[in-house]
């Protein structure tokens, strides 16, 4: 069993085209060996945002901190501090921070996601 | 894609043999169909417990509030908010809240654990 605390992961920035002040700490990793599916912590400095993106993959998504939106294939939601999201494979995503300070959620992905 | 909110999702009661004071919300369950993985949520009460136990699948636990302790087969470790618990699939473990106040943490599972 591994037992950490978030404070002992490091923060990386996600450098990929259409993200902006977004960070990210892999709470649940490659070199953890997880069998299923791994846990990512996400950063999003006001006015930050992840790219406007599908993939064939699922998200699993809990807030934990901040205010936001989800953009979809339908609009914008607002999402907060403890919102639930399940983007299907295939479904367009893209979160932004919208308050003034950081969005924090978690982001789960099955292993076989590529990166 | 699914939005919801922690408050919209109905908390049960755990029954199962050496549970007490448990509750559990599925965050994203069998109803959501996700490919995957489940995303629940669990509430021990002050004094409340999983059951010591082990199984095949694997948890990935993050810890939202509170206070407690994981029984591991090295003995016991204290978590709280932000902890982050990778439990191997075979290892014993139990959640136990030590604290005053509710202990909250998900615990994600994969699709093909067997409840």
Redesign the interface.
């Known amino acids: 069993?591994?037992?950490?605390?978030?404070?002992e992961?490091p923060a990386n920035a996600v450098e990929v085209d259409g993200a902006s002040g977004v960070q990210i700490q892999w709470?649940?990793g490659a070199e953890?060996r997880?069998?299923?599916?791994y846990?990512r912590l996400f950063i999003l400095q006001p006015g930050g945002h992840t790219p406007q993106h599908d993939h064939r993959?699922?998200h699993?998504v809990?807030v934990?901190e901040g205010e936001g939106t989800?953009v979809?294939t339908d609009g914008e939601?607002r999402?907060g501090r403890?919102?639930?999201?399940?983007?299907?494979?295939g479904?367009t995503?893209q979160f932004c921070n919208s308050g003034d300070r950081p969005l924090k959620f978690?982001c789960?992905v099955?292993v076989a996601a590529e990166y």
């Open positions: 069993m591994d037992i950490k605390r978030v404070e992961v709470l649940v953890d997880p069998e299923h599916f846990m993959w699922e699993e809990f934990l989800v979809t939601q999402i403890s919102s639930v999201i399940h983007v299907r494979p479904e995503h978690l789960l099955p």
